[in-house]
């Protein structure tokens, strides 16, 4: 199976489903991540930071197994600014290279503007129009931006992806590789934090780790 995912800035995909992308690597499927913007723009656009945020996600699709299939060169915690049209094209251009079955992207009431943007990218270039073969979008959690995010619009997974602690390791290994994005505990991007979400998904569904999703659109096989 071929899986996208859209993710807003370098780090989304490892916080998000680090652990899942593991386990579909192990078994057999073709991961693709496309990102949207450098991440570090808001921070004072600096092309040395950019640098390393693109060598750290090559470092952390290593890890992972995944591949890259684009960085997108849209403004940092501005991607309200840029027209949807735009991001949408984006995403149907990588679309048409990569055929996916599945879909993953950010969750749409993320405090975080450009994660908005991104799940409303999704949602636009993989509508259901007929013949459309992507059979699942769903929206993955990123920690320091969908649990602060409107209570409004809560996160609450409706789907899970068990994982193997070697999953989780491999996903922490990657997610080392973000070492200047990760924080100190207590703060949800501590290491402690990551490794915590996931045995609190995994206990809500009767595993020991798991990933949480939610559901934008599925069409469940017979
Ligand atoms: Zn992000």
Redesign the pocket.
């Given at each position: 199976m071929n899986i996208l995912i859209l993710?807003?800035?370098a780090?989304?995909e490892t916080l998000g489903c680090g652990g899942a992308i593991a386990r579909w690597v192990r078994e057999g499927h073709r991961v693709h991540v496309l990102f949207f913007t450098d991440?570090v723009g808001s921070r004072g656009r600096n092309s040395a930071a950019a640098k390393v945020r693109r060598r750290a996600a090559q470092a952390a699709a290593k890890i992972l197994g995944c591949s890259i299939a684009g960085y997108g060169n849209f403004p940092d915690n501005q991607l309200d600014r840029v027209p949807l049209l735009k991001l949408a094209q984006t995403v149907e251009r990588v679309k048409r290279k990569v055929q996916p079955e599945a879909v993953y992207t950010h969750f749409w009431g993320d405090l975080?503007i450009?994660?908005r943007r991104v799940c409303e990218a999704a949602l636009t270039a993989f509508r259901p129009q007929p013949g459309e073969t992507c059979r699942a979008v769903r929206a993955f959690e990123?920690a320091s931006?969908t649990e602060w995010g409107s209570p409004g619009a809560a996160y609450r997974p409706t789907a899970y992806v068990e994982l193997t602690e070697a999953d989780v390791e491999t996903a922490v290994r990657a997610y080392g590789a973000y070492a200047q994005e990760v924080r100190a505990d207590p703060h949800s991007r501590s290491v402690e934090a990551f490794l915590a979400r996931r045995v609190v998904r995994g206990r809500e569904c009767g595993v020991a780790w798991a990933e949480g999703f939610m559901v934008c659109r599925e069409l469940i096989p017979l």
């Open positions: 993710a807003a800035h780090d989304d991440g975080n450009d994660h990123v931006a």
